[in-house]
C-alpha cells in the first residue's frame, strides 16, 4: 500500500494513547478535547508539488492546508496551530521575497506560534527581524539567547494559551547554529544547552504556571546515530513535557511515536516530514481532573 493511501485510510483511527498511567479506552469521563494541529519544514512551499514529483506529486499547497484546517476548526474550536521551524528557503518565493509571504500566509491561516529553525536565518538575522512585521503569530526560542541582536525582546521563552480552561505551555528549542549556519548571519546568538533549559522550561510550566499540557516545539532533529542531541533523547533526559512537535531531519512519523521519559511516564514525539505535504494533529482529552490521554495522526495535505 502506497504511503498516502495508508495514511488517509487511517486519518480517522489514529492511535490513542494513555499518558501518565491512564486507560487507552476512550470513556464519557472525558469533558474536554483540545487539537493541536502542527507543520515543519514547509521550507517557503507555498504552491503543492509539481504532477512530475517522484515521491509526492500534487500534494501540499498552502490552499488546501488552508481548507484542512478550516474543516478541523469547525468540528473543534479549541484548536491551536504551530509550526516547527524551517518557515523560509526552498523555493523562488523565498528568493523573491524574503519571507514576507511565508508569514503573511501563515498569519491568515492562523498560526498561533512557531519555533525558528536554522534556515530561518538564511537572510541572516537582520533579514528574518525585518519579515516580523508580517507575522501576525508569536515566535517562541528558550534556548537562543538574542540578547545583542535585534531580535532581543521579538521571542519569547514560552507562551500559556487558554482553551476551553485548558492551560497549554508551550517553549521552543533550536539546533545548534555554529557550523551548520555561517557565523556572520546569526551574529551575537548565542545556543544554550536545550536539555538543561527543557528541563527549567517544562518544570516552570508544568509547576509554577500550571499547565495542564506541556508542549516543546523542537527544531532539534528526530534522532541520530551520534550522541547529538535529538528529540528522542530530550525526551528520555527530561520531565513535564507532554508533546515534542519536531523538525529539522524532515522525518515523517505516520502517527506519534510514545516515549518514556526521567520519571518513566510517556511523551509524545511527532514530525510530519516536509515542504507541507502532511498536516499533524493531536487530539488531547481530558477527564474531570484534567488528566489526559492523546490521539494523533498524520493527514496528507
Given at each position: 500500500?502506497?504511503?498516502?493511501?495508508?495514511?488517509?485510510?487511517?486519518?480517522?483511527?489514529?492511535?490513542?494513547?494513555?499518558?501518565?498511567?491512564?486507560?487507552?479506552?476512550?470513556?464519557?469521563?472525558?469533558?474536554?478535547?483540545?487539537?493541536?494541529?502542527?507543520?515543519?519544514?514547509?521550507?517557503?512551499?507555498?504552491?503543492?508539488?509539481?504532477?512530475?514529483?517522484?515521491?509526492?506529486?500534487?500534494?501540499?499547497?498552502?490552499?488546501?492546508?488552508?481548507?484542512?484546517?478550516?474543516?478541523?476548526?469547525?468540528?473543534?474550536?479549541?484548536?491551536?496551530?504551530?509550526?516547527?521551524?524551517?518557515?523560509?528557503?526552498?523555493?523562488?518565493?523565498?528568493?523573491?521575497?524574503?519571507?514576507?509571504?511565508?508569514?503573511?500566509?501563515?498569519?491568515?491561516?492562523?498560526?498561533?506560534?512557531?519555533?525558528?529553525?536554522?534556515?530561518?536565518?538564511?537572510?541572516?538575522?537582520?533579514?528574518?527581524?525585518?519579515?516580523?512585521?508580517?507575522?501576525?503569530?508569536?515566535?517562541?526560542?528558550?534556548?537562543?539567547?538574542?540578547?545583542?541582536?535585534?531580535?532581543?525582546?521579538?521571542?519569547?521563552?514560552?507562551?500559556?494559551?487558554?482553551?476551553?480552561?485548558?492551560?497549554?505551555?508551550?517553549?521552543?528549542?533550536?539546533?545548534?547554529?555554529?557550523?551548520?549556519?555561517?557565523?556572520?548571519?546569526?551574529?551575537?546568538?548565542?545556543?544554550?544547552?536545550?536539555?538543561?533549559?527543557?528541563?527549567?522550561?517544562?518544570?516552570?510550566?508544568?509547576?509554577?504556571?500550571?499547565?495542564?499540557?506541556?508542549?516543546?516545539?523542537?527544531?532539534?532533529?528526530?534522532?541520530?546515530?551520534?550522541?547529538?542531541?535529538?528529540?528522542?533523547?530530550?525526551?528520555?533526559?527530561?520531565?513535564?513535557?507532554?508533546?515534542?512537535?519536531?523538525?529539522?531531519?524532515?522525518t515523517f512519523l505516520e502517527k506519534p511515536e510514545i516515549h518514556i521519559n526521567k520519571s518513566g511516564k510517556k511523551v509524545l514525539i511527532n514530525q510530519v516530514g516536509c515542504y507541507g505535504i502532511?498536516?499533524?494533529?493531536?487530539?488531547?482529552?481530558?477527564?474531570?481532573?484534567?488528566?489526559?490521554?492523546?490521539?494523533?495522526?498524520?493527514?496528507?495535505?
Amino acid at each position: 500500500m502506497k504511503r498516502r493511501n495508508f495514511i488517509q485510510q487511517t486519518a480517522a483511527t489514529g492511535a490513542f494513547i494513555g499518558l501518565g498511567g491512564l486507560s487507552l479506552s476512550f470513556s464519557e469521563n472525558y469533558k474536554k478535547h483540545i487539537t493541536i494541529l502542527h507543520t515543519n519544514d514547509v521550507h517557503s512551499h507555498i504552491e503543492p508539488l509539481s504532477q512530475n514529483d517522484p515521491r509526492n506529486p500534487n500534494m501540499g499547497g498552502v490552499a488546501r492546508r488552508a481548507t484542512l484546517i478550516e474543516k478541523i476548526r469547525n468540528e473543534n474550536p479549541n484548536i491551536l496551530l504551530l509550526d516547527a521551524g524551517d518557515i523560509f528557503q526552498g523555493t523562488p518565493f523565498f528568493n523573491f521575497y524574503g519571507g514576507e509571504l511565508e508569514f503573511k500566509l501563515m498569519s491568515k491561516l492562523k498560526y498561533d506560534a512557531s519555533t525558528i529553525g536554522n534556515h530561518d536565518f538564511d537572510n541572516g538575522i537582520d533579514g528574518l527581524y525585518a519579515q516580523l512585521p508580517h507575522a501576525d503569530f508569536d515566535f517562541i526560542s528558550s534556548n537562543y539567547d538574542f540578547t545583542n541582536t535585534v531580535m532581543n525582546e521579538h521571542v519569547l521563552p514560552h507562551r500559556i494559551f487558554k482553551k476551553d480552561g485548558v492551560r497549554i505551555g508551550i517553549f521552543g528549542l533550536g539546533v545548534e547554529l555554529k557550523g551548520l549556519v555561517n557565523a556572520h548571519l546569526y551574529k551575537e546568538t548565542k545556543y544554550l544547552d536545550p536539555v538543561e533549559i527543557a528541563t527549567d522550561m517544562s518544570r516552570i510550566l508544568k509547576e509554577d504556571k500550571k499547565c495542564d499540557i506541556v508542549i516543546c516545539l523542537s527544531h532539534l532533529g528526530h534522532s541520530y546515530k551520534s550522541d547529538k542531541i535529538s528529540d528522542v533523547k530530550l525526551a528520555a533526559a527530561t520531565e513535564n513535557i507532554d508533546l515534542i512537535i519536531g523538525g529539522h531531519t524532515h522525518t515523517f512519523l505516520e502517527k506519534p511515536e510514545i516515549h518514556i521519559n526521567k520519571s518513566g511516564k510517556k511523551v509524545l514525539i511527532n514530525q510530519v516530514g516536509c515542504y507541507g505535504i502532511y498536516l499533524g494533529r493531536i487530539d488531547f482529552y481530558l477527564d474531570k481532573d484534567n488528566n489526559i490521554s492523546g490521539d494523533g495522526r498524520s493527514i496528507s495535505v
